[in-house]
């Protein structure tokens, strides 16, 4: 793009560029040039709108005469370019780099220098309510190319000794928690030295990928190979206080179109030197987009095999198996079958979740499932695992959350060849189970049947699936969950510090509901042998998962594995626990297992880990 602009004007700027960039030198300057040379002087430079905290100091002025090197153009999705003053100023909580937001295709190329006049906003990725923090950019650009084949800055290289390990300063109470209008310290704070480089060409070294390459054609990695480290190649997230620092996430400029993005498993590397400007993004925080993208090495990851039970152990699992439906492809029901029996050894009851309707997203009030069932465990049978029985309750229609149309529900798989299930008829959508029998002898009055449906806590939740076996003269009971999602909590990188988890506040109450009703089954019997498994949606050290062992109910199976082994997802590259098994005091002894098939890979089946407890009642 080209601007109107007045000829002294012009000139200045042309100046300024060609000084910044060291391209005027040893020359005797007109006495037109001193003139414009003196006017260019009092210009606004890239250090000066980026300022010393994170929002811009003058966010929704008018500025002129913005000079920079271009150091990356985006042609897609966000479209624009980033430019970089090659004179940096002596303070290091400035960048000297900024995004230019063109809106159309960008007209200028690597390498160019340029004089741009525009707007200063802040941009918030996810809009004012997500919490993310903001990207301060130029919009409404007008843009004059000075000159063309100019070398590009150096890049800033951000590796373990840069980064600090303390995440993020405390959020200013008087600013309702906010970061935003404190002074960068950014060899304090990891948060604040990625945002004094925000827009700045930067460069990292080789480095192992902590998050495998998404559909979206990206990838994290860690800058700290030893932070948090576990032995699968990952970076474990095992508290709200120690965030994982080195974490980055990589995207190129490069339309895929043009050049492929690697297919990255955890563990792999991106060895080389992978170079570009550091963005700020709605699914992430702070991305490296690459120009230059390090070689990938894939170092062969596999997924894991559980043990077999003995005769006389008894095998739980749970699986989200993400949304299945009839409708998927075949490939899917056989990779997810395929699991159960040979990375899972054909468990003797696996409780699923995200089993859709019949039709699924479709919105025509079917909520039936049994297609879906039968489609599944015929595919296990084929793999050749055991002939599976099911167990469930349909919900009400449009009434338990997830993808509108397909009612998703949990359901028990059992093998009837190994165990028994107790049916006691009764069980529907808005009729709840209760705990009767004598003094030690626990039962269900419904089998299956939900646990409190009508308790608010599960209003547009999938609500508790209680289910009674019987294996080897033993009472079993087993309730499956899927806890309310994360949704609308803000990231990490929010500018609260620390970030509002609003979710939680539902899963707190259906933990409470839960916890209450495994205090039934054990006030009657001590020695009851209860499992509280799904994808409860939160950590083991969370407000959740204390509410659910609250008076020693139950016990967190998870954290019986050394630390580094405690996770079955991966978000934004952190391993993280989501998918748990609890036990009552009555299971004395057991063996658990955090399968991990799924979520360290760039193929995924689902995006959860299933989760194995094997047990002699």
Request: aromatic content about 6%; hydrophobic content about 35%; proline content about 6%.
């Amino acid at each position: 793009m080209s601007s109107s602009i007045p000829r002294s004007a012009a000139v200045a700027a042309v100046v300024s560029a060609a000084l910044a960039a060291g391209l005027v030198t040893g020359a005797t300057a007109s006495a037109e040039d001193a003139t414009a040379a003196g006017a260019a002087a009092a210009a606004v430079r890239i250090h000066d709108i980026q300022g010393t905290t994170r929002v811009s100091p003058l966010v929704g002025k008018q500025v002129t005469g913005v000079t920079g090197v271009v150091t990356g153009v985006r042609t897609y999705g966000s479209r624009g370019f980033w430019i970089q003053d090659p004179q940096a100023d002596d303070n290091p909580a400035t960048s000297e780099g900024l995004f230019v937001f063109t809106s159309s295709v960008p007209t200028v190329a690597v390498g160019d220098a340029v004089s741009v006049n525009g707007t200063v906003t802040e941009y918030v990725p996810g809009g004012l309510n997500s919490g993310n923090q903001s990207l301060t950019q130029l919009s409404k650009p007008a843009v004059t190319v000075l000159s063309k084949g100019n070398p590009v800055p150096a890049p800033v290289t951000i590796d373990a000794g840069s980064v600090p390990d303390a995440y993020a300063p405390e959020g200013d109470p008087a600013a309702g928690g906010s970061i935003n209008g404190l002074l960068l310290a950014p060899e304090t704070y990891a948060l604040d030295y990625y945002e004094s480089l925000e827009g700045t060409n930067v460069r990292i070294g080789s480095s192992r990928v902590v998050g495998a390459t998404d559909p979206y054609s990206e990838l994290w990695v860690t800058v700290k190979p030893s932070e948090n480290a576990n032995v699968r190649g990952g970076t474990v997230y095992g508290s709200y206080d120690s965030q994982n620092t080195g974490r980055l996430q990589i995207q190129q400029l490069a339309p895929i179109s043009q050049q492929p993005f690697p297919k990255a498993n955890v563990g792999d590397w991106l060895v080389g030197a992978t170079e570009g400007p550091l963005d700020f993004n709605q699914y992430g925080g702070y991305t490296l987009v690459a120009n230059t993208l390090g070689e990938h090495v894939d170092l062969g990851l596999e997924r894991e095999v559980t043990e077999r039970q003995h005769k006389n152990e008894l095998a739980v699992a749970t699986y989200n198996v993400e949304n299945l439906d009839p409708s998927d492809p075949q490939e899917k029901f056989d990779a997810l079958a395929k699991a159960v029996v040979e990375n899972l050894a054909s468990p003797d009851i696996v409780a699923l979740e995200e089993i859709q309707d019949d039709n699924g997203a479709k919105n025509d009030g079917t909520v039936t499932a049994g297609e879906t069932l039968k489609k599944f465990t015929a595919a296990i049978t084929a793999a050749g695992g055991p002939a599976y029985e099911w167990r469930s309750i349909d919900p009400q229609n449009g009434k338990d959350g997830g993808e509108p149309g397909g009612n998703i529900r949990q359901v028990f798989l059992f093998n009837p060849e190994r165990v028994t299930f107790v049916d006691r008829a009764g069980g529907d959508a808005t009729t709840a189970t209760a705990v009767t029998g004598t003094k030690g002898d626990a039962h269900l009055t419904l089998s299956p049947g939900r646990i409190d449906p009508a308790n608010t806590a599960w209003e547009n939740s999938r609500k508790p699936l209680a289910g009674e076996f019987r294996f080897r003269g033993r009472t079993v009971i087993v309730v499956a969950n899927h806890f309310g999602s994360k949704g609308g909590d803000e990231s990490i990188v929010s500018h609260h510090q620390p970030p509002n988890r609003s979710s939680e506040a539902k899963r707190l109450l259906q933990a409470q509901a839960v916890n209450a009703f495994v205090k039934d089954v054990v006030a009657l019997d001590k020695q009851a042998d209860v499992l509280v498994l799904g994808d409860i949606n939160d950590f083991e050290f969370s407000g959740t998962t204390q509410a659910l062992t609250d008076g020693g109910a139950l016990f967190p199976a998870v954290t019986s594995l050394p630390e580094s082994e405690r996770y079955s997802y991966v978000y934004q590259g952190n391993s993280q626990v989501l998918d748990q098994i609890l036990t009552s005091p009555g299971v004395h002894h057991f063996e658990y297992d955090s399968v991990h098939i799924n979520a360290e890979f760039a193929d995924q089946n689902s995006d959860h880990d299933p989760q194995v407890l094997r047990f002699r009642p």
